[in-house]
């Protein structure tokens, strides 16, 4: 399988996946997003955390373009977002479609496929074949023919994962990818997170869980309507950091800070370009 | 104007104000199409109804339709309970199956009812100051006023009296439940008033125009205001005004009575949505241009005080900056920092060099923890 | 046979064969993009539409003169396409709800319609008679032209659908995504919804605007139900639309004054009712077979769970216990002995003849039946089993959830 993005991704000399300058967004004359700078480096997991109402969702919604922005500027590879969007996979958030629409985990899985194949082209063997290694990837071959209303939420939620697999794109952004799945679930998406830091790719997640954020992540952001700040967790996700966010009400913020860095030794910035996989 | 002329318009006027007031609450809670669903059943009752009692006058009539359309409530509900059907599919399901059975019965027996299809959709407002109501010989006007005239004052006395239930049940299911007043015995009462309100209004009107009297002046109302009282006075009035503008219009084109209240209706609806003064299209166009410009001013504070101290200030924090980062163009750029600066809330230097006032820092900091 | 009897039935053959396939390639149509209309839960959208184009059909013939079908659809279309566009202006502009806006957009175009309608009947105008067909629709209207103006727009329309298939589905089934793929959503959005603009338009003519909206959602409703893949629904849909088209065509082509607008839709709803009852998997009747095995399984492991209970009092495990005491143990008079075959048949319990002795030594209460009943050894095992678990090991992998139960969190 082609990828035609790669070329992108070396091509930036920034060291950033994705740039967001100054970015402002309104609902109804309701600021969202005050702005917010933040830069997204590349080979590395992001986490974007804050509490409800801070502006995750609309971020990634902006990066894509589904919500136009009132000000700021968006980079996609050193591109703007109509173009730069071709590098980016999505994982919208599970509750964001009907479940009950009458299709296939495979067909819903190939739908990865229609931004390569353009207008009209219809998804072949080819593209199919695609769609169950990415199924295979999450560990849902089994049900590749289930309808997807038959699906437990965990299962729905791998589903979309792979759907993104298939786009095979440099860039990952998923909108709160562990929300009430089970531990299986939970477990087959660190797996496949692992697998992307491994070749490279980037990954940025809303994410809810702070427990989890320093193991399974190298870099976050917090937010809340602004940036409040970003970076290495290592350096960035420190209680005072965190209090800033949630404004003081952030149940187990002991808990969260108090753990000990991730024992991989996970090197802090992303992996060089091409460096072969372990 | 002759005596018929202005009996018309008393009964347009009634019609038009018993059909907003419990339409304010049909806008509100979400269910404007039940009024479309429970107008077309309806007809379903007052035939299968005549065919038993064989008397267009009965009253019995118009009890049979008001609990075909407390039926077809419940057919959309059970429908969407099975989960099979989304709501919306299932009102379309409903009602045009209870509707089209009541047209054939009508069409199989033209002869034996005394309804045409031409006054199931239009109602016979021209036709119903021929229709007297006497007692003891004595003229006491015509019968459709005297009934919508009782369906006003039902629909009153209900809001009335279960104001506050419908309130609470409208914004707050929840709360309403557990205050102990069951959302669905509030629901079944509405819509029975809602059912009863659609038949007499059909008979005036006709099925479709229904729809028009109860959705259309409570979401021009609902431009307007936000307070409930005011939506149902301000609802009241544009029906009346509807109904008086419809009847001129129509005496003038010789046309429709009841299509043309209805036109009338979106008149002044189409008015409400363009010139409203808050909600309004034109309005908000006005605003969003003077508050893009008060926006973008705020917006550059923050910019500023975020990058204030940091080691990129010099770049970030110069005017020359803001069309690259921002997306601003140089001269939007220039308007927003000279109405910043004119505010207080920052200095501009020389070198395009922009700095925060403390007023401006106090500005950005109160918006952001807002 | 006489001559004129032969004529006459020719002609009404020949008229009835016209009405029958308008009817069917119009009902495939509006079947097949109802679909989308369906699961996009715009199923309303329709009614506006149908309704709003009534002004249209009737200036259409004020400004020409004309009442060939064409000319009325083309101001049906174009009336229909602004109602759309008058929907979304009232729920962008307005910030009112949709039902709102689709409420007065179908009431208001409609009673416009009217107006012209009694308007220009109201003129010393000859042609207009009949107009007034488009209310409840009349195939007996319908020409041999209308039929290919219906298949040839039809077809069009049919290609137009199998070359986006990918960007309807895609649209229909999860927009942003579709968005961000970079698909330019409201163009495919602009190209769907004017496909269903031209479907009801060209039904008018023979099922009315009042039902029309019926003949987009009954068909796309009722294949639902019978499948899972889009485009079988797709396809049964077109099926079951035409089906009620000719069969509500033919009917009132041979009754006298019957509209078809009425016959058609009352098909179709029957179609609907009997899809939704008896469909195999989707179908109510199915639902119920299925729970009450459902409750029975339920019962019987409660049944299993008390067994194990008293095995485990008991110094042997094998110890027969009457069913009088599993009736006191679950609480229930009836259907003991039903969910005690039942383990029987799967090999968890035995059952031994009463102990009469200790019966007449009044020892146990007055039992209903002599059959006393031991639970096995893999009756224990899957009591343990149950135990730990809290539901027991499910045949295969995620056993389906409820049809129809989309998961979908607040």
């Known amino acids: 399988m082609e990828r035609a993005d790669r070329g992108a991704r070396r091509g930036d000399a920034s060291g950033a996946a994705i740039e967001v300058n100054d970015l402002t967004v309104a609902y109804r004359e309701q600021p969202v997003l005050w702005d917010v700078d933040v830069a997204f480096r590349k080979g590395v997991l992001t986490a974007i955390v804050g509490p409800n109402g801070a502006g995750k969702t609309t971020l990634i919604q902006s990066i894509l373009g589904l919500v136009r922005p009132a000000a700021g500027r968006i980079r996609i590879l050193g591109q703007p977002v109509r173009e730069g969007r071709r590098s980016v996979a999505y994982v919208p958030q599970r509750g964001s479609v009907d479940w009950d629409f009458p299709t296939s985990v495979l067909d819903v899985v190939t739908m990865g496929t229609y931004g390569r194949l353009g207008w009209i082209r219809r998804p072949g063997r080819r593209e199919r074949a695609a769609a169950m290694e990415a199924l295979g990837k999450v560990g849902m071959e089994a049900f590749e023919g289930r309808q997807i209303r038959q699906l437990s939420g965990g299962q729905q939620q791998r589903v979309f994962l792979a759907r993104a697999l298939v786009q095979d794109a440099p860039i990952y952004l998923m909108d709160e990818p562990f929300q009430g799945v089970d531990a299986r679930t939970e477990a087959a998406i660190v797996e496949v997170l692992g697998d992307l830091r491994a070749r490279g790719d980037t990954v940025i997640a809303v994410h809810h869980a702070l427990q989890s954020v320093p193991e399974y992540f190298d870099d976050v952001v917090l937010l809340n309507v602004r940036r409040i700040a970003s970076g290495?967790?290592?350096?960035?996700?420190?209680?005072?950091?965190?209090?800033?966010?949630?404004?003081?009400?952030?149940?187990?913020?002991?808990?969260?800070?108090?753990?000990?860095?991730p024992a991989t030794g996970r090197p802090a910035t992303g992996r060089p370009e091409d460096a072969p996989p372990p | 104007m002759t005596a018929m002329d202005l009996e018309v318009q008393i009964m347009a006027v009634v019609v038009a104000v018993a059909c907003a007031l419990p339409g304010c609450f049909l806008v509100?809670?979400?269910?404007?199409?039940?009024?479309?669903?429970?107008?077309?059943?309806?007809?379903?009752?007052?035939?299968?109804?005549?065919?038993?009692?064989?008397?267009?006058?009965?009253?019995?009539?118009?009890?049979?339709?008001?609990?075909?359309?407390?039926?077809?409530?419940?057919?959309?509900?059970?429908?969407?309970?099975?989960?099979?059907?989304?709501?919306?599919?299932?009102?379309?399901?409903?009602?045009?199956?209870?509707?089209?059975?009541?047209?054939?019965?009508?069409?199989?027996?033209?002869?034996?009812?005394?309804?045409?299809?031409?006054?199931?959709?239009l109602g016979e407002l021209a036709f119903a100051p021929l229709r007297r109501f006497s007692w003891n010989g004595v003229d006491l006007g015509p019968k459709t006023l005297w009934v919508m005239g009782a369906i006003l004052l039902l629909n009153a006395a209900f809001l009335g009296l279960f104001y506050k239930e419908l309130k609470l049940s409208t914004f707050d299911r929840g709360l309403s439940a557990a205050l102990g007043f069951s959302?669905?015995?509030?629901?079944?009462?509405?819509?029975?008033?809602?059912?009863?309100?659609?038949?007499?209004?059909?008979?005036?009107?006709?099925?479709?125009?229904?729809?028009?009297?109860?959705?259309?002046p409570p979401a021009a109302a609902r431009l307007l205001t936000h307070r409930l009282p005011l939506l149902?006075?301000?609802?009241?009035?544009?029906?009346?005004?509807?109904?008086?503008?419809?009847?001129?219009?129509?005496?003038?084109?010789?046309?429709?009575?009841?299509?043309?209240?209805?036109?009338?209706?979106?008149?002044?609806?189409?008015?409400?949505?363009?010139?409203?003064?808050?909600?309004?299209?034109?309005?908000r166009l006005v605003v969003r241009r003077r508050q893009r410009v008060e926006f973008a001013g705020l917006m550059l504070s923050i910019h500023l005080l975020n990058h204030e101290g940091t080691p990129r200030a010099p770049e970030e924090n110069r005017l020359g900056h803001l069309p690259e980062h921002l997306r601003w163009s140089d001269d939007f750029a220039l308007r927003v920092a000279r109405h910043a600066e004119r505010e207080g809330l920052l200095t501009r230097s020389g070198d395009g060099r922009l700095d925060l006032t403390p007023l401006g820092r106090e500005a950005a900091r109160h918006l952001m923890v807002r | 046979m006489s001559l004129p009897d032969l004529l006459h039935g020719l002609l009404f053959d020949f008229t009835l064969r016209t009405v029958a396939l308008?009817?069917?390639?119009?009902?495939?149509?509006?079947?097949?993009?109802?679909?989308?209309?369906?699961?996009?839960?715009?199923?309303?959208?329709?009614?506006?539409?149908?309704?709003?184009?009534?002004p249209g059909i009737v200036l259409a013939f004020v400004l020409t003169g004309s009442r060939a079908t064409p000319v009325l659809v083309l101001g049906a279309g174009i009336a229909g396409w602004i109602g759309t566009l008058a929907v979304m202006a009232i729920v962008r502009g307005g910030r009112l709800p949709e039902d709102t806006a689709l409420g007065i957009?179908?009431?208001?175009?409609?009673?416009?319609?009217?107006?012209?309608?009694?308007?220009?009947?109201?003129?010393?105008?000859?042609?207009?008679?009949?107009?007034?067909?488009?209310?409840?629709?009349?195939?007996?209207?319908?020409?041999?032209?209308?039929v290919a103006l219906v298949a040839g727009v039809g077809s069009v329309a049919g290609l137009i659908?199998?070359?986006?298939?990918?960007?309807?589905?895609?649209?229909?089934?999860?927009?942003?995504?579709?968005?961000?793929?970079?698909?330019?959503?409201?163009?495919?959005?602009?190209?769907?919804?004017?496909?269903?603009?031209?479907?009801?338009?060209?039904?008018?003519?023979?099922?009315?605007?009042?039902?029309?909206?019926?003949?987009?959602?009954?068909?796309?409703?009722?294949?639902?139900?019978?499948?899972?893949?889009?485009?079988?629904?797709?396809?049964?849909?077109?099926?079951?639309?035409?089906?009620?088209?000719?069969?509500?065509?033919a009917i009132s082509a041979t009754a006298r004054g019957v509209p078809t607008g009425p016959t058609i839709v009352l098909v179709a709803s029957a179609v609907v009712a009997f899809s939704l009852l008896a469909a195999p998997r989707r179908g109510l009747v199915a639902e119920m077979l299925?729970?009450?095995?459902?409750?029975?399984?339920?019962?019987?492991?409660?049944?299993?769970?008390?067994?194990?209970?008293?095995?485990?009092?008991?110094?042997?495990?094998?110890?027969?216990?009457?069913?009088?005491?599993?009736?006191?143990?679950?609480?229930?008079?009836?259907?003991?002995?039903a969910s005690l075959r039942s383990l029987e048949a799967r090999g968890w319990a035995v059952h031994t003849e009463g102990d009469r002795a200790e019966h007449a030594a009044g020892r146990l209460p007055g039992a209903s039946s002599d059959r006393h009943w031991a639970i096995t050894e893999a009756g224990r095992i899957r009591a343990r089993q149950l135990l730990e678990t809290g539901v027991g090991p499910r045949p295969g992998p995620g056993e389906p959830a409820e049809p129809g139960s989309p998961e979908v969190p607040a």
């Open chain 1, 232 to 261: 290495p967790v290592q350096e960035v996700f420190t209680e005072a950091n965190l209090r800033t966010c949630y404004g003081g009400r952030v149940p187990f913020l002991q808990a969260v800070t108090e753990r000990p860095a």
């Open chain 3, 161 to 249: 659908t199998i070359l986006f298939w990918k960007e309807f589905k895609l649209l229909t089934f999860d927009p942003d995504y579709a968005t961000a793929l970079g698909l330019p959503l409201r163009r495919v959005d602009f190209l769907l919804t004017g496909l269903l603009v031209v479907a009801i338009v060209l039904g008018l003519q023979m099922v009315g605007v009042v039902l029309m909206s019926a003949l987009v959602v009954a068909p796309a409703a009722a294949a639902r139900q019978w499948t899972d893949s889009l485009r079988t629904m797709v396809l049964l849909a077109a099926v079951i639309g035409a089906g009620a088209g000719v069969t509500g065509a």
């Open chain 3, 22 to 54: 308008g009817a069917a390639v119009l009902g495939a149509l509006a079947g097949a993009l109802g679909c989308f209309a369906v699961l996009r839960q715009q199923s309303l959208l329709g009614d506006a539409i149908s309704h709003a184009a009534l």
């Open chain 2, 183 to 216: 959302p669905a015995v509030v629901q079944y009462a509405f819509m029975s008033t809602v059912s009863v309100t659609a038949v007499g209004a059909f008979d005036a009107v006709g099925s479709i125009l229904v729809v028009a009297l109860m959705i259309a």
């Open chain 3, 290 to 337: 299925r729970s009450a095995r459902v409750r029975r399984r339920i019962r019987a492991d409660a049944m299993l769970m008390d067994l194990y209970a008293l095995s485990r009092q008991h110094v042997e495990p094998g110890h027969p216990h009457p069913v009088a005491t599993l009736q006191a143990m679950s609480g229930r008079e009836r259907g003991v002995s």
């Open chain 2, 232 to 283: 149902l006075l301000l609802s009241a009035v544009f029906a009346a005004a509807s109904a008086l503008l419809g009847f001129q219009v129509a005496l003038w084109l010789d046309a429709s009575i009841a299509g043309c209240m209805a036109v009338a209706t979106g008149v002044l609806f189409t008015g409400a949505l363009l010139l409203a003064p808050d909600r309004g299209v034109l309005a």
């Open chain 3, 105 to 146: 957009v179908l009431s208001v175009f409609f009673g416009f319609g009217m107006v012209l309608l009694t308007w220009v009947q109201g003129r010393p105008d000859a042609r207009q008679a009949g107009l007034d067909t488009f209310l409840f629709g009349q195939a007996a209207t319908v020409l041999p032209g209308d």
């Open chain 2, 28 to 121: 509100l809670r979400r269910m404007a199409l039940l009024s479309d669903a429970i107008s077309h059943s309806i007809l379903l009752g007052i035939v299968l109804a005549f065919f038993w009692v064989r008397d267009l006058a009965s009253p019995v009539l118009i009890l049979a339709a008001a609990v075909t359309g407390v039926v077809t409530v419940a057919l959309v509900e059970a429908l969407h309970a099975t989960r099979r059907v989304k709501e919306d599919a299932a009102i379309a399901l409903v009602f045009p199956a209870l509707f089209s059975v009541a047209v054939l019965l009508i069409a199989r027996h033209a002869g034996d009812v005394h309804l045409d299809v031409d006054a199931v959709l």
